[in-house]
């Protein structure tokens, strides 16, 4: 398997502008988490899905954050618009089996956003 | 919060067994232990997670204590790749839901 996989690998725009980071889950998983790591908050849970359904979106930061998952095999985070402090690494990770279950994430490689 | 406490750096020289400590006295009866790395820029990578005995596999060990408020993840020869930032978690429950807390880790620095 590939691994989960997200795009873009880096993002810079402008404060303002829409970003769309997009991720692809392992095939077969059915919970998808959304992580925003800074130096100064560390790593942070904002939101996740069991089965696409949003079950804990507590970790959203703003309403100018979004998430939404149309299928098993794509999710994505919106952010609009964006501001300079919106600048982190964002991961996506996902796992298989119910929210009770051993919680084995994996977790794919981060977009790097950057807002000028 | 996270419910774990875990040194802020460690280093190791290279081959030698890097024991890596992490509080967690008020985990509950049927919660598990994870433990992940992070090297630098990557995503974390899930290493090992137990609940009472002793684990073991092709990365690491996890000593659980007895009364299960501590533990400890043990790389037996660790090489520079080992070079990575540790944590140590333990589920919490809020407003019904099951979420990791990640901490500040652990920056394990491997001396070549």
């Known amino acids: 398997d590939a691994g989960v996989i997200q795009s873009p690998r880096h993002e810079v725009t402008e404060m303002g502008q829409e970003v769309t980071l997009r991720c692809k889950p392992i095939?077969?998983?059915?919970?998808l988490f959304w992580y925003r790591q800074t130096m100064m908050r560390g790593l942070e849970l904002l939101i996740y899905?069991?089965?696409?359904?949003?079950?804990?979106d507590s970790g959203m930061p703003e309403d100018r954050f979004s998430a939404k998952m149309p299928n098993a095999s794509f999710s994505t985070l919106k952010i609009q618009p964006s501001e300079p402090r919106d600048s982190a690494v964002y991961f996506c990770?996902?796992?298989?089996?119910?929210?009770?279950?051993?919680?084995?994430?994996?977790f794919g490689a981060g977009t790097r956003l950057s807002v000028l | 919060d996270a419910k774990t406490t875990q040194p802020p750096s460690m280093d190791c020289a290279e081959g030698r067994a890097a024991n890596l400590p992490c509080n967690h006295s008020?985990?509950?009866?049927?919660?598990?232990v994870y433990w992940y790395r992070q090297i630098h820029s990557q995503g974390p990578q899930y290493i090992i997670h137990g609940l009472k005995n002793n684990e073991t596999n092709e990365m690491a060990s996890l000593i659980i204590t007895e009364d299960r408020k501590s533990s400890t993840l043990i790389l037996p020869h660790a090489t520079l790749r080992d070079t990575a930032v540790y944590y140590c978690?333990?589920?919490?429950?809020?407003?019904?839901?099951?979420?990791?807390?990640f901490g500040t880790g652990t920056r394990l620095k491997v001396l070549a």
């Open positions: 095939s077969g998983h059915n919970s």
């Open positions: 990770a996902s796992k298989y089996g119910p929210i009770v279950a051993k919680n084995i994430q994996y």
């Open positions: 899905f069991n089965n696409n359904v949003p079950i804990d």
């Open positions: 978690i333990v589920r919490v429950v809020t407003s019904g839901t099951y979420k990791y807390i």
């Open positions: 008020t985990i509950s009866g049927n919660e598990y």
